[in-house]
């Protein structure tokens, strides 16, 4: 039931005698738990036989224990949150008003707290750096999740409108019918918790660019399909390595899986929006390029 950092630095692993002159290596990580007693959170400090597995606790322990150690300032951004009128207006779009206010302190706390701290004074650091400015930063992340609401709404809006217009033309309405179903792929009910938020910062980004996309689609159609058609054989490969991922496909590979499905939406901004700038220099030569890299990875 810890609730400050009054322990020694973890920065080393605890030897432990197994027996038989053997000796493991026991790794000391902090734990977000259930009390058995009274079933509410608690933070707690392990000790893992994987170090792998006490690194995947200890990000979510550290969060846990600023919570624990500096509750009144967590509560007041909490309530800064459930105040803001325009998450309140954008909440209906997505997972509902009280899910979608506590994502977005999930997002806030993640973001700003999971961090691999080992010692008391990188815990001491991290404290100074963010409590005393923890209001300013919820309203950056409350601006960057409602600028990404607007620009969705925007965009359903647009696909809605000219749905309804063009319901009497097979092709157009097609195009309209895949570009929506993309658009719900690309920012679900669930982003806040699905993306980290460095991607959620480009999110207005890619919506505004399929609502542009919809625009010139259903004035030019034929054209539309042309500029498709560049784009399939680069989905197709994402799909192919997506489906190949497995247990035992290295980390480095998975993410650079995830990174070649985020140039795919800046490689889209350049066929079909050229107003919104790409995030970096993105072509099909450099699509091509990073797929001769990942056949090479294990």
């Known amino acids: 039931d810890l609730r400050a950092w009054d322990f020694k630095d973890l920065d080393e692993p605890v030897p432990i005698q197994a027996g038989d002159g053997i000796v493991q290596n026991g790794y000391p990580a902090l734990v977000c738990e259930k009390s058995p007693d009274s079933g509410r959170s608690r933070v707690s400090l392990r000790l893992f036989r994987s170090e792998k597995k006490a690194l995947q606790s200890h990000l979510k322990g550290v969060s846990a224990l600023f919570q624990a150690a500096f509750q009144d300032d967590l509560n007041a951004l909490k309530k800064d949150i459930n105040r803001s009128a325009r998450l309140k207006q954008a909440a209906p779009l997505f997972s509902g008003q009280g899910n979608f206010q506590a994502s977005v302190f999930t997002l806030i706390t993640q973001t700003l707290f999971e961090k691999n701290i080992q010692r008391k004074d990188e815990f001491t650091g991290l404290a100074e750096a963010q409590i005393s400015r923890l209001y300013l930063t919820g309203q950056a992340f409350i601006k960057t999740i409602t600028q990404v609401s607007d620009a969705y709404k925007d965009c359903f809006d647009t696909l809605q409108d000219l749905s309804f217009r063009f319901q009497d033309k097979p092709r157009t309405s097609a195009i309209l019918t895949r570009l929506y179903n993309d658009l719900k792929n690309l920012i679900p009910a669930n982003f806040t918790e699905l993306y ?90 450099k699509l091509d390029q990073e797929l001769i890299a990942l056949s090479a990875m294990i």
Not at 208 to 234: N, S, T
């Open 196 to 285: 980290p938020y460095e991607r959620i910062l480009h999110l207005h980004r890619y919506a505004h660019a399929y609502r542009i996309r919809a625009q010139k689609a259903a004035d030019q159609p034929l054209r539309e399909e042309k500029k498709a058609g560049m784009l399939i054989p680069y989905q197709r490969q994402f799909e192919h390595l997506l489906s190949a991922l497995s247990a035992k496909t290295s980390e480095e590979k998975t993410d650079r899986v995830t990174a070649f499905f985020w140039m795919l939406e800046e490689y889209k901004i350049s066929l079909f929006a050229q107003e919104i700038k790409t995030d970096g220099k993105i072509s099909a030569k």
